[in-house]
């Protein structure tokens, strides 16, 4: 259940800004689990999965918005 716990939230934070949040909920099924994967533990060995997926995605995420500004 841990990749469904994985959710996002946008705003727009004023001057054409906006900012988002993304990661897993812990008020959902496993999300209190995301900390223990991605940074590890004394017992266990990160299994990092948000910060790459991010600096994937973030160049493309930054070309939509672009986007979006200059259609506006």
């Known amino acids: 259940y841990y990749p469904d716990s ?3 939230d946008v705003r ?3 001057d054409g800004a ?4 993304i990661g897993p909920d812990k008020g959902l099924p496993q999300g209190p689990l995301g900390n223990l994967l991605e940074y590890g533990s004394v017992n266990n060995a990160p299994q990092t999965h948000l910060g790459p997926a991010l600096d994937m995605a ?6 939509a918005v672009s986007d979006l500004d200059d259609g506006l």
């Open 58 to 63: 973030g160049p493309r995420l930054a070309r």
């Open 18 to 21: 906006i900012e988002a949040e």
């Open 6 to 8: 994985i959710t996002y």
């Open 12 to 14: 727009h934070v004023g």
